[in-house]
């Protein structure tokens, strides 16, 4: 059973465009973030929320905690070539020394010029 | 500061071989860990460690085995590689506080090995 649902799977837009990508799960998490992750690379961290309610602003990226903390999402405004890769959102829930951060499964953004 | 440096990048094995894949990083982090991304299956965690001496098993650990002696290098190693075993294995690390994973922590992550098995 996945943990957390991330959609749309794929997206296809032209430069420009708005976008919004979700991450959702029944489980609360005690904090999320989101990644970026580029073709032969890493992610890199780019946002981490943590409270319910809570709005980030990165640039032309805002995220959003959901109210209970059990769903996000990320909007993209005036999407850029620059803009296409992987989004992961990755949740964590309190275990102490326990690891529990647990990824989605990813949303493929191609934004074309 | 280097980050989090993987080697190999690429790698072949025939299936019963054995391998290391190599992790270090330089930012002092107590805390680093092993995942495999495999198509549609997300990133998925194989083993971490929360300082040196201290590892544990995460969601997908059979096959693999991890030591931490120095805080700088945590080396996976692949006892008898399977063909399902194929994947891109990442390194990540993150400061952690007092033998504990901050959930809130950046997690730095590596470039990647690339592994078959054939």
């Known amino acids: 059973t996945q943990l957390l649902e991330q959609s749309p799977q794929f997206l296809s837009i032209q430069e420009g465009e708005n976008l919004t990508v979700y991450c959702n799960s029944s489980?609360?998490?005690?904090?999320l973030q989101w990644y970026r992750q580029e073709p032969g690379e890493g992610p890199v961290l780019l946002v981490t929320v943590v409270t319910g309610g809570e709005v980030k602003k990165l640039k032309r990226l805002t995220f959003q905690f959901g109210d209970a903390r059990k769903d996000s999402s990320l909007h993209i405004t005036a999407a850029q070539p620059g803009d296409t890769g992987l989004y992961l959102c990755a949740g964590a829930q309190s275990g102490g020394s326990n690891y529990k951060l647990t990824f989605g499964k990813g949303t493929l953004l191609t934004v074309n010029p | 500061n280097a980050g989090v440096t993987q080697t190999p990048k690429f790698q072949v094995l025939k299936t019963g071989q054995s391998m290391t894949l190599q992790c270090a990083q330089d930012?002092?982090?107590?805390?680093m860990s092993w995942y495999r991304q495999d198509p549609g299956m997300g990133l998925r965690l194989i083993h971490y460690s929360v300082g040196a001496g201290i590892t544990d098993q995460g969601e997908v650990p059979n096959g693999y085995n991890v030591s931490r002696s120095t805080t700088e290098d945590f080396p996976l190693r692949l006892l008898s590689a399977a063909p399902s075993q194929t994947s891109v294995y990442f390194c990540?690390?993150?400061?952690?506080?007092?033998?504990?994973?901050?959930?809130?922590?950046?997690?730095?992550f590596g470039p990647g090995t690339r592994l078959t098995v054939l």
């Open positions: 990540a690390s993150s400061l952690g506080l007092a033998g504990r994973w901050v959930s809130t922590d950046t997690q730095y």
């Open positions: 489980s609360v998490f005690s904090s």
């Open positions: 930012m002092n982090h107590e805390y």
